[in-house]
C-alpha cells in the first residue's frame, strides 16, 4: 500500500490561528514537496478564491493553488504526482464537497491518484471523505451527493471534532448518541471518532492516532478509547 495520507480532525484546535496546530504535521508530511493542489469544494459561505488565499497564508512556506482555477482540474489532479505536488482539501460542509466531486467527475480519479502515493492531507470534511462513506459526518445534508460513498481510503468511518461534551440543560442527543445509532444499524463498521488537534495518518501501510489527545472507536455496542501514538493498523482490514 503507497497511500500517505493526513487526516487532520480540524483546521483550528482551541483559540489557535487557522491550520496553526496542523503546520508541522503538514510540513513533514509533504517532505520535500511544497506544491499543493487545493480542493475548496466543501466553502460554501466562502468563495473558492478567498478560501485557497486563507490557506495560502496559514502556509507560506508551500506554493498553493486552487484546483477550480485550472482549465482542466481533472487533468490537474491526475498530474499531480509526476509534477511533485500534494493534494490537499479543506473543511466546510461534507455534503457540499462530495455532490462537487461527483459532479466534476473526480470521486474515482481522487482514489486512485491517492492509492497511487500522491500525498494527501485532509482536514474536517477532507478528512471525512478518507472512510468508506460520509454517513458520519456532522454536517448538515444541505445538498444531496450522487452518493454518500467517498474515497475508501480506510474501510471504516472517522468522525472529526469528535467531543463527548454534554452542554448542561442540553436535550438533543449527544455525539455519542449519534455514533452508537450508526452502529447499531451497522455493528461491523467501526468509526474513528479523533478529537480537534489530533489527525489519522496512513502511511507505509500503517494507521496512527497522532496528537497529544486520545479518541474512540464506537463498533457495535462498544466505545472503546484509542491513544495518542496508537497503531490503528488493524482498522484498515
Not at 448542561?168 to 488537534?197: C, K, M, S, W, Y
Request: hydrophobic residues 35%; aromatic residues 8%.
Amino acid at each position: 500500500m503507497t497511500s500517505h495520507v493526513l487526516m487532520l480532525s480540524s483546521s483550528r484546535a482551541g483559540t489557535e490561528n487557522y491550520l496553526e496546530h496542523a503546520k508541522q504535521p503538514i510540513l513533514s508530511h509533504l517532505g520535500t514537496r511544497r506544491e499543493i493542489l487545493f480542493i475548496p469544494y466543501a466553502g460554501v459561505s466562502i468563495e473558492w478564491d478567498e478560501y485557497t488565499e486563507k490557506v495560502q497564508e496559514a502556509l507560506p512556506e508551500c506554493k498553493i493553488r486552487g484546483l477550480h482555477t485550472f482549465e482542466d482540474p481533472l487533468r490537474a489532479l491526475l498530474e499531480a504526482n509526476a509534477n511533485s505536488q500534494a493534494i490537499a482539501v479543506g473543511g466546510g460542509n461534507t455534503f457540499h464537497l462530495l455532490a462537487t466531486l461527483y459532479h466534476y467527475g473526480m470521486v474515482e480519479p481522487l482514489r486512485q491518484v491517492i492509492a497511487d502515493g500522491t500525498p494527501y492531507i485532509g482536514w474536517s470534511a477532507g478528512s471525512n471523505i478518507c472512510g468508506a462513506t460520509i454517513r458520519t459526518t456532522n454536517d448538515m445534508p444541505i445538498i444531496e451527493p450522487h452518493s454518500f460513498n467517498a474515497l475508501n481510503i480506510l474501510p471504516c468511518q472517522i468522525n472529526p471534532h469528535y467531543t463527548d461534551y454534554h452542554p448542561p440543560g442540553h436535550n438533543g442527543e449527544t455525539r455519542d448518541d449519534r455514533l452508537q445509532e450508526f452502529t447499531r444499524l451497522h455493528p461491523t463498521i467501526p468509526v474513528l471518532a479523533i478529537r480537534e488537534g489530533t489527525a489519522l495518518r496512513l502511511s507505509k501501510g500503517e494507521l496512527t492516532l497522532v496528537g497529544e489527545n486520545g479518541g474512540f472507536v464506537f463498533l457495535g455496542k462498544d466505545k472503546k478509547p484509542i491513544e495518542a501514538g496508537e497503531n490503528l493498523t488493524e482498522y484498515l482490514r
